[in-house]
């Protein structure tokens, strides 16, 4: 059996600059950078979200068929998906925020 390599990527270039964007806010963008080297080492160490849960936006936009949370610092979330193949598994980051907006997306 082969291990598969685990890749962390983001859904949209945009949403990779605004990542980089995040070294002004250093604190996030480390907990985000932590996170990242997480998934990179096993991809379901987040929350597995229920999918009567999924935002529909995520849904039509991705075309997701699993959706994951990985709580940063401060009540802040990570979101993101899984897609896998037979030689690598990569998680797809979708969208970070704090735990106000998170609760709009998810509707709690």
Same mark, same amino acid.
């Given at each position: 059996m082969?291990?598969?390599?685990?890749?962390?990527?983001?859904?949209?270039?945009?949403?990779?600059?605004?990542?980089?964007?995040?070294?002004?806010?250093?604190?996030?963008y480390?907990?985000?950078?932590?996170?990242?080297?997480?998934?990179?080492?096993?991809?379901?160490?987040?929350?597995?979200?229920?999918?009567?849960?999924?935002?529909?936006?995520?849904?039509?936009? #991705?075309?997701?068929?699993?959706l994951?949370?990985?709580?940063?610092?401060?009540?802040?979330?990570?979101?993101?998906?899984?897609?896998?193949?037979?030689?690598?598994?990569?998680?797809?980051?979708?969208?970070?925020?704090?735990?106000k907006? #998170?609760?709009?997306?998810?509707?709690?």
């Amino acid at each position: 059996m082969i291990d598969k390599e685990n890749y962390v990527v983001f859904v949209s270039r945009e949403l990779e600059i605004n990542f980089e964007n995040l070294k002004e806010n250093h604190d996030l963008y480390k907990n985000i950078l932590k996170a990242i080297e997480t998934l990179k080492k096993d991809p379901t160490s987040g929350i597995k979200i229920s999918k009567k849960l999924w935002p529909k936006e995520y849904i039509k936009k #991705y075309k997701i068929t699993n959706l994951w949370k990985y709580n940063l610092f401060n009540g802040w979330r990570l979101v993101y998906t899984i897609k896998s193949d037979q030689i690598k598994i990569i998680s797809i980051i979708i969208e970070w925020f704090n735990h106000k907006s #998170y609760e709009k997306r998810f509707k709690y």
